[in-house]
């Protein structure tokens, strides 16, 4: 099958198209500005770029006439490429938009027009921030009963400065229960709202011409190729470069802040999965392992891989649109991808820290970035 995966050079989209490529019955189109942000100024990828089934399109989902190149005979699409850091887009609405929003407007907008660029299949990697803070229950005394899904939006920025990070409801606490596709949608960033225009973009354009869609919505994902120069997004990264510098770690908040941190290859199996299924409104599927790990949790397991101890703080810094926690109700991924992530988070976390030691310095950006945040909520 030919196969188009737009942001193919990124971290997904490079560990996709390997996949892909040892199934050996696909050829693949690769479409991807290479934003410096992510790769670097000379970025080279000789192992994807010299296969002879891959054919790579230098640029940019908004230039049309590249677009219409890279759709020409595929049978399937995957869409991956977009501006990724959620603080970030705060601040570059109209870049986040561009890429994200008015890039999938052109996609679409060439498969809908010209029955001959119309694949079969289109695979959204959309993200679980649609959901902003997610769902939440009042927690009993005497156990854990859920008697109704609440959505607590974002915090004030004077509670955390009083170091009040959970959500309370009544004076009683509110406890984070696994998110559901169907629980509110409720993006809290400009990067949110652009995954979610790009889902909604999507399930119309596709329906009206008869593509089968299937959006994911990742958690966390982690692994070997995640970019360690993006100081905007992937923590685990992030941290492994700063540890590797010789730096510490700020931990923001009081450490207890969680996620649910899906290994790489399990998000790949997904992605391959997600091509096969048929054609559903319930094909709006949350990928992650339905468990979450705190920050400080994630710092002590590194500081443990790479046997340094004592170079993590907590800080009591916060971020602008940051959610609490976060964690995948998978039970719609069992069910329609009949699959769940595998890998333990101390194997991947372990082979993600064996690769980032292998790789070359790269400038520990984070503190820079940080300051660029905290300036935005000075701002406001
Ligand atoms: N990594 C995660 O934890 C995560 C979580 C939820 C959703 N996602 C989504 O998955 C997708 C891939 O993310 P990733 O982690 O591989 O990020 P990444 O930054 O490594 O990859 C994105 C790729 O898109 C490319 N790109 C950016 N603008 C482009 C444009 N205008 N035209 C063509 N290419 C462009 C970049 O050069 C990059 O190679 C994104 O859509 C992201 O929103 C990722």
Redesign the pocket.
Known sequence: MRILI????????RALAKRLLDENAHQLVL?????PQ??GENPSYPDLLSHPNVRFLK????DRSLVRDALAGVSAVY??????GTGQSMDEIQRYY???VM?TAILLEEVVKEPSLRPKALVL?????VYGEGAYALSEDDGFEVTSRIYPSGRSATDMQQGSFEFLRDGRPLTPIPTKETDKIDPNSI?AAS?YAQEQMCQIACSTVGISFTAL??????GPG??LR?PY??ILSIFTNTLKQGGSIDIFEDGEESRDFVYIDDVTRAFRLALDVPASPDNIINVGTGNRHTVSEIVGLLERKIGVSGRSYISGRFRPGDIRHCFADVSRMNRILGFKAETPLIDGLSATVDWALNQPAELDRSDAANRELEALVRRN
């Not at 479409?31 to 934003?35: G, K, P, Q, R």
């Not at 640029?59 to 908004?62: E, I």
């Open positions: 737009t942001g193919g050079l990124g971290f997904i989209g479409l991807d500005t290479l934003s992510v790769h640029g940019s989902v908004c869409h991956l490429a977009a501006e990724t561009d890429t994200n890039g990697s959309s993200s679980r921030s990067y995954k919505r990742l958690q966390n994902v982690y995640q970019s993006n997004t992937g």
